[in-house]
């Protein structure tokens, strides 16, 4: 299988860790399209995908916030945010069920097992992880603690990988806060805490 990556430098170095099935052959995007059995895009900024002319094959693009109603239909999401790349699972999501297995293969050529969710914004981990950061802010706005105590007693009190203000820098502030203005719009214990809105940005 030949698959073309549009990656960053970092995310190429997470993937050239994977065990990649024998028969299968990465090339990185370089700026122009060749043929190939199927595409990635981890570089996707919610709009428009370097492989968006590609009709007839199948693409995957680190789409979170985006659902697969505004993409084309040979196009699938994953949850590719730093520090969800590095897991062996990944979340996808698709609306195409005849490419559903497609996704899959190509998936786990490069060496990630897929867990298929709901096509909803954020999906399940997002979702989860940006509400924990968000909270975290509303503690910092409270003044209940800093950031570093939060990070270790939240690390210490539920052996998680990282603090929430470690995740918000991992991930990166303007997804969380874009993840969950998104979220707010249908549902009220999403809303975005001002200091985070006010750190990323937005």
Known sequence: MNIIINASESQKAILQE???????????????????DAYIDL???GRKSVFQTIINKPVIVDAVIVT?????????????????????????CTL???LQSSFEA????IGYKCLFVSDIAGMVSARAVAM???????????????????????????????G?????EKIGKKNIAALLVELYKT????????LLLKEANL
Not at 74 to 88: P, Q, T
Not at 106 to 109: D, H, K, T
């Open 68 to 92: 697969c109603e505004n993409l084309p239909n040979n196009f699938c999401r994953i949850n590719a945010w730093n520090s969800f790349l590095e897991k062996e699972k990944l979340e996808i």
């Open 18 to 36: 994977k065990i990649i099935q024998q028969s299968t052959n990465i090339q990185w995007y370089n700026h122009t399209i060749d043929e190939a």
């Open 132 to 162: 924990i950061i968000n909270e975290a802010y509303f503690g910092i706005e409270d003044e209940i603690s800093t950031k570093e105590q939060i990070d270790i007693a939240m690390k210490l009190g539920t052996n998680y990988p990282f």
């Open 106 to 109: 190509i998936l786990n050529a």
């Open 96 to 98: 195409n069920k005849d």
């Open 43 to 45: 570089l996707f900024d």
């Open 187 to 194: 549902d009220e214990r999403y809303k975005p805490s001002e």
């Open 164 to 168: 929430p203000f470690e995740w918000a």
